[in-house]
Every structure is written in C-alpha cells, then in structure tokens.
C-alpha cells in the first residue's frame, strides 16, 4: 500500500487537464504517444465541449527515481459547476490533487471552487501552472494568485507543458513524494466509496470504488450503505485503460465490482459499500442524493413516437442517474415528460445527447427553477413548472432558488459585472480584492436568471475576462408572476413562465418578437400575446404569407426543383404543430435567451 | 412529343440578379462553343424534336453568322422536319435586326425578349445591360423580320419597382404587339451581386405578391391567359416548348447546365464551360431515375403549375396506371378538403389564391 498514489487533476475548465492526463498515460508507457487525443474522455460530446462529464479512473504503474515500482490512480473529475458533487466525491477517493492553472489566464473562479473542495477533502495539494510553452504565459502573476487567493505556497508550484511535456517528469515525482500513500487496514471490515459508476448491458450498473479499509473478492456479499440493498460480487478489477480483471481490490485501492446490479438507481456516487457481515461500518461522511436544480419538458415532435421517447430516458437513466424524469401532459404539446437536471450544462449535454445517440426527434420547453409557492390557505407547493401553478388569486407570495455566486474579474470590468448582476435581481454579498488587478464579487441571485443567460452575459460584458462560480443557497422570495403566451388566440402551457412583475411587459414584448421571427409565416394570420392573468401585456402578429421564397420553375431542372420541395418538407417534419401553427423546435428553447 | 433545348452561356454582363449558368468574360470562346456542342448533338444524332429552344445566357450574343451555323448543323444531325415550335431568347442591346432576320430565315418563329421592365432607373439598377428604348426598337425590329410570336420576360420584384411603373411597362408591351409574358419574381439568390450587397429599394416580399397579382390582373384585361404560375399568353400563344416541361415530356438540353428528361431518366451537364469544352459527354451529373410512383408525384407536382389545365387523372392513369397514381390521387383529393386544389371531374386545378403559394401546396402532392 505505501506505492500507491490516488490523486486527481482539478483545473478550471480549458486549462489543459485533460491534455495533461494524456502526457502522463504517455510518459508512464500506458499509451503510445499519438494513439488517441485525450484518453480519458470517451463520449464524443465531451470532446466536443472540451469538457469532461463523468469521473473516469485509470490505473498507471510508474517506476519512480528512487528506482522503486509505484501505482498511481489517476482519478479525472468533471470541470464544471453543475458537477461540483461528482467532484467532491471525486477528491474524497484520493489523498492529493494537482491544481492546474493556465499559465495565461491565472487562477479562475472554478480553480478556487475545485481547490477549495480538495482542501475542505483534506488533500494534499500540488500547485502546477500549465501551458508555460504560450507566449502569453505570466508566471509570476499565477504564482502570486496561488498564493494570495488560494495560500498555496509559491516554492511547491511546478512548472508544465502538458501539450509538449515539459516539466511532466517532475510532476510525476512530486506526486510520489508529496503524496501521502493511503492508510487503512486490509485486516479491517470492508468499507468502500463509490466515486462512480457506468452502465454495461451485460454486466449491469459496475460501481467505481475506492477502498478503506477491508479487501473485497468475487463472491463477498456486500451492502449498500443508503438502502441497505445486499449484492454478490462476481468480479472485481482495476482500471487499466479498459477493465483488468484482479484477484481482489484491498484498503488503498481504487478499482471497480461487477455485481449483476441492474437498475441504475440503485447505485448513487457518494454511497458506501460494506461487508454485509459488517453493516455497522460507519458511511464515508458527505453522502447525498444528487439533487435536479433545473427542469424542462420534452416532447416528441411525433406524437406518436412517445412510447419510444419513454424507452429512451429509461436507457438513459442506466447511463446517466443523475437525470430524473417523470410523464407530464401539455394541453399544447401532448404526453412527454418533465425532466430534471443538475444544472444548465448537464441540461444542455443531456438533452443534445438524446437527440444524437439515442435518436430522439424531441423539443424542450423553458428550463424552469424549483419555486415553492405558498398559497392563502397556508399550503405549499414545490413546482417546478410554471403551467401547475395555481391562480394569482390563490397565492400568497412565491419563493424562488437563490445561488451565491463568486465571480472573479479583472479591476477594469468590476463595474459592467456589477451593473449585470444588480440587473439580474443579485443582491451584492461581499467584495474581496485578492490583488491589485482582480475582484472578487459575491451574489445571492436567483438560479432563475442564471439559467437563462446570466453566464453568456457575464462574459460579454467582461470580455470573456470573468469566471464564475456557484453554490445553492437557500430561497427567498420574490415578486414573481406567471406569464402565459397565446399562439393563435390559444394558450400555450409549454411556454408559460415565471419572471419578476416588474420589467415583465418588457420581457414579453420581446419574447412576442422573438417568436414572431422564429413562427414561420402560414397562410392566415397568427396573433401571438403574452398575458398575466386575463391582461394581455404584449401583442404581435405573424402576417400571412403571400408568396414563396422559390416561385419560379425554369429551365427544365425539376429535379432542382423537386429536391428543394423535399427539402421544405422535410423541415416542415421538424415543426411541432400546436392548434393549427406549425411551431419549430427553436422555439421554444430559444425563448431563454432574450435581451432586456 | 420532344424537345430540344441549347443552352449559349454567354452574356455581354452579368444582371445583378441573375444566377442561371452564363459568364460574360469569356466571348472570345463561342465559335469553338458551337463546334463543341455540335459534338455534343452527334451523341444523339438522329434523335427527332417537336419543339427546339435556344436559351442561355444570351443565345441573340452569337449574331446571325454563328446562329446560322448552329441551327444548320442542328438540322443535320438532328431530325427537326416535324418541329411545331422553335424559339430564340433574345437581348435588347445583341438583337438587331440582323440576328432577328437572319432567325427567322432559319424558321425560328418565335422570339423572347428580355425585357424585364420598360423603366430605365430599374434596368439600370439591375444591371441589365439595355434601356428602354433598346428595348421597343427590339420589338420593332422582331416584327418587321416577320415575328408574330413574340414573348416578353418581365421581373417583378426590381429595385424601385411600383404598381404605376410595373402597369406601364405591361400596357406599354401589350399594346406592342407582344403575346407572351413570363413573369418572374426576383428573388436574392447566394452568388448574386444582390446577395453581397441588397439594394435598398428592393420590394419586399407582400410588395412582390401585390406587384405580381398587379401584372396579372393588367394581362388579363389585355385578353391574355394566366396559364402557368409565372406565364400568361394570348390564347394559343402558349410556349410548347416549356408547356412539355411541365406535362412530365421528354426533351434533350444541350451545352452546360443544360437539364435533360430522356426515357424516364433525368440528368444535367455541369454548369462548367472549360470542361465543357475539353469534353461534352463526360460531365453529366445528378442521373435520376425515379420508379413510377415517385415519378407520378413529381409529374402531378409539374401539371399542377398548369392554372389552366391542371392535373387530369385520367392522363396520369394511362400514363401510369392505376396502382403507381393511388397517392398521386389520394394526397390531391386531400388538399381539395383544405381548398388549395378545385377539383371537377377528372381534373385538379391550383386554386388561384394558392399561386404564388403553390410551394406549400406542392410538398404535399410530391408525396
């Protein structure tokens, strides 16, 4: 056990975490150099986003200086906010982190969030500025950050270039030495935490596990600590860059079990796993069930494709656990379902990844918060879609979701980030100056209008300067009212939402507009309105169409001609019709993003 | 019934509107032009036509010389004895009285101008490469060669075009003597000078519809017949040429981007002179070749533009027979439900408030 090393990487997102993992799979040997970019990032999305999704591990035998052969787990985490659980759950697997920082762009708001789950995990911390190979690389200013924002000291920061390897020998050998190895007993009951897990069709749910103390072996019975659910195990391994079957996992490693788990919900990341024998074994501290913070509806655009759409998130869920889902019935849209998720991005992932690997022509409604709405009658209800919402008359006031938010910027941007964040509702927590260039401001706002466009805006306005970072932070109450919108003189409940009464007229009058450009022309006229309550608060019409974009026919090319009708009607497919207006899927996401 | 239709690409300039395949700095080309594409024709020589048509482009830019050769060696290598209808498409600023003479003399007896307005401002501002009084000279000219059948195209949709210009430059034509009127709504196309850079003044969209219900309802009161979406004739002066097109006929396009509809099979030559030149016969793209119920729609789709006439079902049935038109009838027998389509006895007719949104009628007929 004293030659294991379980560490993570944890980076702000883009500052070369993933690009490191792979110098290292290559200096250790494990892969050849150019075989494939960025090993630890198997979904196609992920690539494409440059972002990892879920925790992945590998185990990588490294023969240090010292001559001797050592194991080190590198365990990746996600980079992003809506996955700080994962994250920490992540960390709690390991006894030390590399904190990478781009060399040009300096601690961000995620570098302090990741860094301050590693220390509050108790790890060691080995402070790493990346990317030292680009011209713009500011070493000085990075080492001051690490240490006046983070109290890292200044004489443990690495140097590195993980895209031409630079500096990763050293780092392979602070990780031996500034590691601490694990501690734990193999002689002791088993006690495990699952940091993760996948879903195999053939083998079922195959938790990732990080053992302290206990060894485990096919045949064990073991208990999960949140429901006390038991299993046999067939299986146990380490992760080599596929599954290496072993013999046993014990105290210190990391590795996974296979146990015939078939449903997905029975496995949740933060859980631990004991010997059924020993259920008295305390649970690692920290465990909760991921909460959903954001939801929508979807739909299929057919119909009738519903039962389909159903199969869908059932096999989804298997891959993914922390989605949530359950029917839900719009007057406009028909049967679909109400989706939960862990934050925007996890939405946006999510539901980009049902249309493409699991082939579902679907739209989504407006993202919508979690509100609690107490009525006259002293009842409350937490409703997470605004078309449930009972009649103004019945409610006494609604409470929404707030987030305490930390954005770091630059001094010369502090004013354009304030005036956005007091325009978003934020209410001004604190200013801290942790140098001379940068601010550190802290919100309460709500996680209403952090799921529309705050991020978007905070990066215009600051010239893509400004990072953030946030954590839930109670409710508080808001003026809130509902708005409904009216295609054609009818209702249309997947477009209804909650927004602030004051600036709500303004808001509609743009949402209106916005629809009206994204409504194709029909061939009669088509009102659109917002209303709150019977007040209709804005109006626009959709004129009808009176002549095609493509009349002529010359020329004898009616192939061309025939091909472009194919075209056109194949579009028409994408459209969901609601009454008699052919709405397209556009629609109804891109209402979240509206100017003021 | 088949026809024959030569693409010239040349153009003395390009219209600011225009994207059909042309170039216009490379003239110096067109005598090897016309012994290419002579190449081309003894591909299929022997072949018998009912109608030939000379479009480009501008087919009046070779002048009498090089025309005469083209329609003579057209005449060897093709079987043109039974043809009903050949026409030239003609500019103001190439069609002098030379070329329309010597046209004639050829037995090409039917001419189309391309006037596209009789306003100077909006000519000048399209690009077009004559003003009016080019344009009425031109007309002249047509008349005394002997032309009596004389077809006029008209944009709608020119910059600064109005109902009052759009109503003179018709009243003006229709007193003329013209009998034939293609009227065709500009639209921005990728590739155009109007795409990189839109005129101000461009009518938009409902100005367009109200300019082209304008022109039609003008025509119709000079006695002339809405017979196509974009065509309207004196009756009995319809174009045979492209009336075939529209009935689902057969017809050969010679020269590049010419379209062709031989048995069944549909295929065009690229839109690409210099390879054109180095070989007629190796560039052909997009052969298509539909089974019969597909082919049925796409004909029903084409029959439709005909106002007039519209879709007889007992042609299709004959044509096709009864189990490939099921849909072709099925899917039109719907629409008359939504009243886009009349129908009466045998026969579907566009309905005319559907004309110049026939697109939304016709992705339901193609099946």
Redesign the interface.
């Known amino acids: 056990m004293n030659n294991i090393r379980n560490f993570s990487i944890i980076a702000h997102i883009d500052h070369g975490k993933s690009t490191l993992a792979d110098r290292i799979l290559e200096m250790t040997g494990m892969v050849r150099k150019t075989s494939m970019d960025q090993m630890l990032d198997n979904m196609d999305l992920e690539r494409e986003r440059g972002i990892t999704i879920k925790a992945k591990a590998v185990r990588i035998p490294y023969r240090a200086v010292d001559g001797k052969e050592y194991i080190l787990n590198l365990i990746d985490t996600p980079g992003h906010v809506d996955f700080s659980y994962e994250v920490s759950r992540s960390l709690k697997a390991c006894e030390g982190a590399v904190l990478l920082v781009d060399a040009t762009q300096g601690v961000e708001a995620q570098t302090i969030a990741n860094a301050n789950l590693a220390i509050d995990a108790g790890l060691k911390i080995i402070p790493v500025i990346n990317k030292i190979d680009l011209p713009g690389a500011m070493l000085d200013d990075c080492a001051l950050q690490l240490y006046t924002m983070l109290g890292l000291s200044i004489e443990d920061i690495l140097h590195v270039s993980a895209k031409d390897g630079r500096g990763v020998a050293d780092l392979l050998e602070a990780i031996v030495e500034r590691i601490p190895s694990p501690s734990g007993e193999a002689s002791d009951p088993l006690k495990c935490l699952i940091f993760d897990s996948f879903f195999d069709p053939y083998r079922g749910v195959i938790p990732h596990l990080r053992v302290f103390s206990g060894r485990i072996v096919a045949g064990d019975k073991i208990m999960l600590k949140s429901s006390g659910r038991i299993f046999e195990i067939e299986e146990v391994g380490y992760f080599s860059l596929g599954l290496a079957q072993s013999e046993q996992l014990q105290a210190g490693e990391v590795g996974y079990a296979v146990a015939l788990i078939r449903n997905a919900g029975e496995i949740h990341v933060g859980d631990t796993v004991v010997a059924a024998d020993h259920p008295e074994v305390a649970a690692v501290p920290g465990f909760r069930l991921s909460q959903s913070m954001v939801y929508c509806g979807i739909y299929p655009i057919i119909t009738s494709d519903y039962a389909k759409l159903g199969a869908a998130l059932d096999k989804f869920k298997l891959n993914d656990s922390s989605v949530v889902f359950e029917k839900e019935n719009s007057a406009a849209l028909g049967y679909g379902y109400r989706m939960g998720f862990l934050g925007m991005l996890h939405m946006e992932i999510a539901l980009e990844r049902l249309k493409r690997e699991y082939e579902q022509d679907i739209i989504a409604t407006m993202p919508s918060v979690i509100y609690r709405v107490i009525c006259k009658d002293g009842e409350v209800l937490m409703l997470d879609n605004p078309s449930k919402f009972p009649p103004e008359g019945q409610i006494d006031r609604i409470e929404e979701p707030v987030i305490r938010t930390r954005i770091i910027v630059p001094s010369d941007y502090v004013g354009p980030c304030m005036e956005l964040s007091d325009a978003k509702r934020g209410v001004l927590a604190g200013i801290e100056h942790p140098d001379d260039k940068r601010a550190i401001l802290v919100y309460d706002l709500p996680l209403a209008e952090m799921i529309t466009d705050f991020y978007d805006r905070l990066k215009s306005v600051s010239r893509g300067y400004a990072s953030m970072d946030y954590e839930m932070n109670g409710y508080r109450t808001g003026d809130l009212v509902k708005v409904d919108i009216l295609v054609n003189n009818g209702p249309v409940d997947a477009l209804s939402y909650i927004a602030p009464r004051e600036g709500a007229a303004t808001r509609g009058r743009a949402l209106i507009h916005k629809l009206s450009k994204t409504i194709p022309k029909h061939?009669f006229k088509i009102p659109l309105q917002a209303a709150i309550g019977s007040q209709i608060i804005a109006r626009e019409d959709i004129?009808p169409?009176?002549?095609?974009?493509?009349?002529?026919?010359?020329?004898?090319?009616?192939?061309r001609k025939?091909k472009l009708?194919?075209k056109?009607?194949e579009g028409?497919k994408k459209m969901k019709m609601v009454g008699f207006v052919e709405v397209p899927q556009e629609a109804f996401l891109s209402l979240m993003k509206i100017e003021d | 019934m088949r026809g024959l239709y030569i693409h010239i690409p040349f153009c003395v300039s390009k219209c600011f509107y225009c994207d059909f395949y042309s170039v216009s700095e490379k003239l110096g080309l067109m005598d090897e032009y016309i012994d290419v594409l002579l190449a081309e024709a003894d591909s299929c020589r022997g072949m018998d036509f009912s109608t030939l048509y000379l479009g480009g482009g501008t087919p009046s830019i070779l002048g009498a010389e090089r025309l005469e050769k083209l329609v003579i060696g057209l005449r060897r290598r093709f079987d043109l004895h039974d043809l009903q209808e050949s026409t030239i498409e003609v500019n103001p600023e190439s069609a002098g009285i030379d070329l329309l003479a010597t046209a004639y003399r050829l037995g090409i007896g039917r001419v189309s101008i391309g006037i596209q307005s009789l306003n100077d401002g909006e000519l000048k501002k399209s690009g077009r490469a004559h003003n009016r009084r080019q344009a009425l000279e031109t007309i002249d000219s047509a008349l005394s060669s002997g032309y009596r059948n004389i077809s006029a195209d008209i944009m709608i949709g020119l910059p600064g075009q109005t109902a009052q210009s759009l109503g003179e430059t018709l009243s003006v034509l229709t007193g003329a003597g013209i009998n034939h009127v293609s009227a065709y709504c500009l639209s921005v196309e990728e590739g155009t000078a109007f795409y990189r850079c839109p005129p101000p003044d461009l009518p938009g969209e409902d100005e367009q519809a109200s300019l082209f219900e304008y022109a039609v309802d003008i025509l119709k009161t000079h006695g002339f017949v809405h017979y196509e979406i974009s065509n309207l004739a004196r009756p009995g002066s319809e174009c045979l040429h492209n009336l075939n097109y529209w009935r689902g006929g057969e017809y050969l396009g010679l020269g590049p981007a010419a379209a062709s509809h031989i048995s069944g099979t549909r295929f065009r030559n690229s839109p690409n002179l210099e390879r054109y030149l180095v070989d007629p016969l190796s560039d052909r793209e997009g052969e298509e070749h539909l089974e019969d119920a597909s082919k049925a729609g796409e004909e029903a789709m084409l029959r439709l533009r005909l106002v007039q006439e519209g879709l007889d079902m007992q042609k299709m049935n004959n044509k096709y027979g009864r189990n490939a038109i099921e849909g072709v009838e099925a899917r039109p027998n719907k629409l008359v439900g939504r009243r886009s389509l009349a129908r009466e006895g045998d026969v579907f007719r566009l309905q005319p408030a559907y004309v110049l949104i026939s697109n939304s009628v016709f992705i339901d007929v193609i099946g």
């Open positions: 061939l004129f169409r009176r002549k095609d974009v493509l009349a002529k026919c010359y020329g004898g090319d009616i192939t025939r009708l194919e056109q009607k028409k």
